[in-house]
């Protein structure tokens, strides 16, 4: 464990120890001052309702986004894709035709030269 590593964790138990402490002070003055003890709960209820309104707006947000994203998909990357795979297609139908008619019987031709080729220099006395 290296030196950074060890103050590290030293300053996280040491942040810790400090809230805790807070805490408990926080509770034991709570509960000799019931008056202000009331004024904090209320203080709390309502910075949860503040929080709760503002949560329920951004799930509102989130769900709006979420549907022109769905939207966005079905309507713009969909047809893409369709376009996509109708090229894919007509590529690979054209490299069939070029393959059958163009390449093979280039193959075809190349190969019975090299074989004439090689016959004529077997039978040729020179050699």
Do not use: C, H, Y
């Amino acid at each position: 464990m290296t030196s950074r590593q060890r103050w590290l964790i030293l300053g996280a138990v040491a942040v810790g120890l400090v809230l805790l402490g807070l805490i408990v002070a926080t509770v034991a003055w709570l509960s000799s001052n019931p008056a202000q003890t009331e004024t904090f709960r209320d203080i709390v209820i309502i910075f949860m309702a503040v929080e709760s309104l503002l949560i329920g707006l951004v799930l509102i947000i989130l769900v709006v986004q979420l549907s022109r994203l769905t939207a966005l998909i079905q309507n713009e990357v969909k047809p893409i894709l369709d376009s996509t795979n109708e090229t894919i297609r007509t590529v690979r139908g054209t490299t069939t035709f070029l393959s059958e008619n163009l390449v093979s019987p280039v193959i075809r031709i190349n190969s019975s030269v090299a074989g004439i080729r090689r016959a004529l220099k077997m039978l040729r006395p020179d050699r």
